[in-house]
């Protein structure tokens, strides 16, 4: 009879133990899952639409040199319109736009999208290589690049990203930065 009682606390420990790992376990996944994806998705469906980022690269302002020698010197602003301004770079986003759906989609990029991370305000697109098409037949796709105006991210800042606002919701995707950005046109 004596040995029934320590065989009983035993089991019991052995419970008390099992239980307690299961819930460290269960724990330990809640905190792995509530933190967060740390490497942003780079694509995603949004209210019928799919957007897929393929690669992003600093656009190169060098046909804006006035002097084909090797004392080149870059052209002052007002006499590049358009080209970035202060200490922004230009950043081409490539994206493709599916539509997986069996109706017709309407999208807007200038209103859409966002380019987010880095430092200051996020911009606004400049311009496209979508022309004016909005709009995509079902089943369709179209590729094209998206470009931002902004400044050249520091080491420490946070990690560039395509913000798509649509139908409501809104979906973040990773930019991957192919390259270095090109010497900073006014020298800075």
Same mark, same amino acid.
């Given at each position: 009879?004596?040995g029934r009682?320590?065989r009983?606390?035993s089991i019991?420990?052995?419970?008390?133990?099992?239980?307690?790992?299961?819930?460290?376990?269960?724990?330990v996944?809640?905190?792995l899952?509530?933190s967060?994806?740390?490497t942003?998705?780079?694509?995603?469906?949004?209210?019928?639409?799919?957007a897929a980022v393929?690669?992003?690269?600093?656009a190169s302002?060098?046909?804006?040199?006035?002097?084909?020698?090797?004392?080149?010197?870059?052209m002052?602003?007002?006499?590049?319109?358009?080209?970035p301004?202060?200490?922004e770079?230009?950043?081409?986003?490539?994206?493709t736009?599916?539509?997986?759906s069996?109706?017709?989609?309407e999208?807007d990029?200038?209103?859409?999208?966002?380019l987010?991370?880095?430092?200051? !305000? @996020?911009? *606004?697109?400049h311009s496209?290589?979508f =022309? %004016?098409l909005a709009? /995509?037949?079902p089943?369709?796709?179209v590729?094209?690049?998206?470009?931002?105006?902004t400044?050249v991210?520091g080491?420490?800042? !946070? @990690?560039? *990203?395509?913000?798509?606002?649509?139908? =409501? %919701?809104?979906?973040? /995707?990773?930019v991957?930065l192919?390259g270095?950005?090109a010497?900073?046109?006014?020298?800075?």
């Amino acid at each position: 009879m004596s040995g029934r009682p320590a065989r009983r606390g035993s089991i019991v420990a052995a419970v008390v133990v099992l239980v307690a790992l299961v819930i460290a376990g269960a724990g330990v996944v809640a905190t792995l899952n509530d933190s967060g994806d740390q490497t942003a998705s780079t694509s995603a469906t949004l209210d019928g639409l799919t957007a897929a980022v393929r690669e992003a690269g600093w656009a190169s302002m060098e046909s804006h040199n006035m002097d084909s020698g090797s004392g080149m010197f870059q052209m002052p602003a007002q006499m590049m319109p358009g080209a970035p301004e202060g200490d922004e770079m230009r950043l081409g986003v490539r994206i493709t736009l599916t539509n997986p759906s069996r109706r017709i989609m309407e999208f807007d990029l200038a209103d859409e999208f966002v380019l987010a991370g880095g430092t200051g !305000e @996020p911009p *606004r697109p400049h311009s496209d290589t979508f =022309g %004016r098409l909005a709009r /995509l037949n079902p089943g369709a796709a179209v590729d094209g690049v998206i470009y931002f105006d902004t400044i050249v991210p520091g080491p420490q800042a !946070e @990690p560039l *990203r395509l913000v798509w606002n649509r139908g =409501g %919701r809104e979906a973040s /995707l990773a930019v991957p930065l192919r390259g270095a950005p090109a010497g900073h046109p006014h020298g800075s």
